[in-house]
């Protein structure tokens, strides 16, 4: 079993459809991240969250410590949201690795 | 302030040959990780360095895979020797840190090697 596991692996909604992608994690952790990558590009770090909720434009992202999940929502989705999106967590101690989950395909139709 | 930097963006290598990867942190930082991509999978740790010091190098390949974040310049990632299953996506990210305090890192554009 993965240490990080993403749900739906792919998601297909219409143009201005609420979307929300979940994480779940098995490990301790000092941080989550959520992570963007389109396909063929770089990867842009979204959010690096330890507690409570974020929000940066249409995009909101949720922790809970204690049953040790994440969400991501997108708000009026539109067909650039289109890409993988990839929660990582940042393991404790010395190192500050991230294990990442395998990613949830997006794609937002017009 | 320019982002985290590699080069190059794509390489192409034959069997046996050696691959050198660069990354040049964001200003200020000085803090590496290297990650790769295989085809159809998902992104895995191979190394966390500081200046001039290996810090975790847990999920780097026994053999051929080296890394190095010498005092000045680039974060080199050199594979020896590349085989067919060394094609991927090479990440780098970079992030600051003062004593506990663990800021985002931050990605770079990639490197991706085709062994032919």
């Known amino acids: 079993k993965n240490e990080v596991e993403q749900s739906p692996q792919n998601l297909t909604a219409q143009e201005g459809e609420f979307i929300t992608i979940n994480c779940s994690y098995s490990?301790?952790?000092?941080?989550l991240h959520w992570l963007q990558q389109h396909p063929g590009g770089g990867i842009v770090s979204l959010f690096m969250?330890?507690?409570g909720k974020k929000k940066h434009g249409r995009l909101i992202a949720t922790i809970n410590i204690q049953e040790k999940h994440s969400s991501l929502h997108i708000t009026a989705s539109h067909p650039r949201d289109s890409a993988v999106y990839i929660c990582?967590?940042?393991?404790?101690?010395?190192?500050?690795?991230?294990?990442f989950g395998t990613g949830t395909l997006l794609a937002v139709q017009p | 302030n320019a982002g985290v930097m590699q080069n190059p963006r794509h390489l192409v290598r034959r069997r046996g040959q050696e691959a050198r990867l660069r990354c040049s942190p964001m200003?200020?930082?000085?803090?590496v990780y290297w990650y790769r991509q295989l085809p159809e999978e998902g992104l895995k740790f191979m190394v966390y360095?500081?200046?001039?010091?290996?810090?975790?190098e847990s999920g780097m390949p026994k053999e051929r895979f080296s890394a190095e974040f010498p005092k000045e310049g680039p974060s080199i990632l050199r594979i020896q020797q590349v085989v067919r299953g060394d094609s991927a996506a090479y990440f780098c990210?970079?992030?600051?840190?003062?004593?506990?305090?663990?800021?985002?890192?931050?990605f770079g554009p990639g490197t991706r090697l085709l062994v032919l």
């Open positions: 990582a967590v940042r393991s404790g101690g010395a190192t500050n690795k991230l294990i």
């Open positions: 360095l500081q200046k001039e010091n290996i810090i975790d």
């Open positions: 969250l330890s507690s």
């Open positions: 200003k200020g930082h000085s803090h």
């Open positions: 990210a970079s992030s600051f840190a003062q004593g506990n305090f663990q800021e985002t890192q931050y």
């Open positions: 490990v301790g952790i000092s941080a």
